[in-house]
């Protein structure tokens, strides 16, 4: 069955204020896709236009190739799991489950049929005739899950489903979404602002800032080939340097960075000499002594232990500050604030993106 998403060429506007810019992208039948930006980005909207609940001020959502314009929230083969999830307290599991199927008069021994196979998806079997309060967080979640899957959507729409888990949990529940997903083999839909969320689970991510999609890629190119400051700053973490540019060879574009010095970094899209560029370099890409070929020194600031590895927090020329990610195993007792350390990194690992990198 296809079960893709089209958001072809959709905007959102409330008044005169675009809460999404004009986009178009197309989620595949049974990926596991995110959404993933700060606060007020536009990612509710956007699963708002896919499930019906908002219709788009220009375009239209097309799932499974028909367009869903004028298509009401309870007609359309998706189905919603919120942010602040509610299951009816005063009825039993197996009755949430059943919920939808009631509505829709399902029989009950179809409707018990139903409610038992979701109970075993999520691994919460025998607990039909619990309430829900006698049930732990991370539980309801999953009842939550076995609930939106009960009326069989082709789509999951799932709005920061985890938000309201402890951290723990939160990382199990990852695990468990990512098995659900892979056993029903329906298009998942996820939001969030916890980039390790949308990079554990995703079979790819898009980033949003400010109502517009930033990039779209699997995690791993996202991570690694960063196209604008955005991605490059709000996916993991990132030391910055900005410059102007100096010289440009093949791939490779060298920037001056007044009494910092020049570093050289792989380009990203289209840089010219003379313009402002900002090199991206990441914290366990920088290594203690020569071994890269861009190499400086620079003096210790402060240094966490953080368990398996260690954060050194450096200042380049007295007033830049760079954090340097090192495994544990590489601590000497030398390391320690106001020590001079030389730290080096290979040019191909950095990345040089056009603008001054404010975000
Ligand atoms: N019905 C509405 N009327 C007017 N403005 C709205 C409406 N819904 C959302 N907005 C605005 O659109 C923008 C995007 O909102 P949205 O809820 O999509 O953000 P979000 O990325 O889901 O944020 P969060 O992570 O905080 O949930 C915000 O600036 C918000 O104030
Ligand atoms: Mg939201």
């Known amino acids: ?213 930033q990039q779209v890629a699997d995690p791993i190119t996202l991570y690694r080939e960063p196209q604008t400051s955005f991605v490059a700053s709000f996916v993991g973490e990132n030391n910055p340097i900005t410059g102007v540019v100096d010289a440009i060879d093949g791939n490779l574009v060298t920037l001056n960075c007044g009494v910092l010095g020049k570093f050289t970094g792989r380009g990203i899209g289209t840089i010219s000499k003379g313009q402002s560029a900002t090199l991206f370099i990441r914290p366990e890409l920088l290594k203690l002594g020569q071994t890269g070929d861009m190499s400086f020194t620079a003096r210790i600031a402060e240094v966490n232990f953080e368990g398996s590895y260690l954060t050194l927090t450096a200042l380049l020329n007295q007033q830049h500050a760079i954090s340097v990610q090192i495994g544990a195993e590489q601590y000497t007792a030398d390391l320690i604030p106001d020590a001079e350390i030389q730290l080096s990194f290979a040019s191909q690992d950095a990345v040089v993106i056009a603008g001054e990198g404010n975000v």
């Open 1 to 213: 069955m296809d079960s893709s998403v089209h958001l072809d060429n959709v905007v959102m506007n409330f008044g005169d204020f675009t809460a999404v810019q004009k986009t178009d992208l197309k989620i595949e039948s049974g990926e596991f896709f995110s959404f993933l930006g700060p606060s007020g980005c536009g990612k509710t909207t956007i699963l708002n236009m896919i499930s019906g609940f908002l219709e788009p001020s220009k375009g239209v959502v097309k799932i499974g190739g028909k367009s869903m314009a004028g298509v009401p929230a309870n007609k359309r083969p998706t189905s919603m799991i919120f942010q602040n999830l509610a299951l009816f307290p005063l009825m039993t599991v197996a009755e949430n489950i059943e919920f939808g199927l009631e509505v829709r008069g399902v029989s009950k021994a179809e409707r018990k049929k139903t409610s038992d196979r979701l109970l075993e998806l999520v691994a919460l079997e025998g607990s039909g005739s619990k309430k829900p309060d006698e049930l732990s967080g991370g539980q309801k979640q999953r009842i939550a899950i076995a609930r939106a899957l009960a009326v069989e959507p082709q789509v999951l729409l799932l709005d920061e489903p985890l938000s309201a888990l402890d951290l723990k949990l939160r990382q199990h529940m990852r695990t468990e979404l990512k098995e659900i997903q892979r056993k029903t083999g329906i298009t998942f839909i996820y939001i969030t602002h916890d980039q390790g969320e949308a990079l554990t689970m995703s079979d790819r991510v898009a980033v949003m800032s400010a109502g517009k999609l």
